[in-house]
């Protein structure tokens, strides 16, 4: 099947500083990939659309200016989380898909701790 | 915004059935996926419907009726390792996916 690749699986970051997150599909392209975040036993909040050559779409009450989104290819896309705070801290997924009525793939997430 | 709702919690015995349904409320239908998902690990594929009916895969079935907003996860032949959270998601006309807040099934020995 489809993989999608997501990297770092782990990162402590110092609180103020930020932190990058990758996002890519191995095996496919993907015009559109998906930003996921989520908290302990709780399930997967969508953040953002993010769409290849264009701007990244935002879900009600995410800050774009603090969850910057690239997609400058057909294969990447990446999460920079700028100025992070211990509220950050949190499990950021991605997926994508290859489209059409397939099914969406996730990235092994990412597990950020902010100090 | 997508209201989707499913049970928080099942416990079942190993070797048994259980079903976990799901009621969905979305601006447009692209399909509705459930997904397994093992504490601190991402989610993985199990089952898709976007027509009407039963779809079978091993011993997990998914069944799926639009008019009514309603689809349910079937797990037979329970094993210890199916304890994890089940998620339901449904993808909407923008061809987004929202989640549920997943149930956790707890298989006993």
């Known amino acids: 099947g489809a993989v999608v690749s997501q990297h770092p699986s782990r990162v402590i970051c110092k609180s103020g500083t930020s932190v990058k997150i990758e996002c890519r599909s191995l095996?496919?392209?993907?015009?559109?990939m998906f930003w996921y975040r989520q908290f302990p036993k709780q399930s997967l909040m969508l953040m953002a659309t993010?769409?290849?050559?264009?701007?990244?779409?935002?879900e009600q009450g995410v800050e774009k200016d603090k969850f910057l989104i690239n997609h400058a290819s057909l294969t990447l896309s990446t999460l920079t989380v700028t100025s992070a705070h211990p509220e950050d801290s949190s499990f950021y997924i991605c997926?994508?898909?290859?489209?059409?009525?397939?099914?969406?793939?996730f990235g092994q997430g990412t597990r950020l701790t902010v100090v | 915004g997508q209201n989707i709702d499913q049970p928080t919690e099942m416990t079942a015995t190993e070797g048994a059935i259980v079903q976990i349904n799901c009621t969905y409320q979305?601006?447009?239908?692209?399909?509705l996926f459930w997904y397994q998902q093992h504490a601190g690990e991402a989610p993985t594929f199990l089952s898709y419907?976007?027509?009407?009916g039963l779809e079978e895969k091993g011993r997990f079935s998914s069944f799926l009726s639009r008019s009514k907003g309603y689809s349910y996860l079937l797990l037979k032949e329970l094993q210890m390792k199916d304890s994890a959270s089940y998620l339901c998601?449904?993808?909407?006309?923008?061809?987004?996916?929202?989640f549920g807040a997943g149930t956790t099934v707890t298989v006993r020995a």
């Open positions: 998601a449904v993808r909407d006309g923008d061809y987004k996916l929202s």
């Open positions: 095996d496919f392209q993907a015009t559109t």
């Open positions: 979305t601006s447009g239908f692209n399909g």
């Open positions: 997926s994508a898909s290859p489209g059409g009525e397939l099914e969406a793939f």
């Open positions: 419907n976007v027509l009407d």
């Open positions: 993010s769409n290849e050559g264009s701007k990244a779409t935002y």
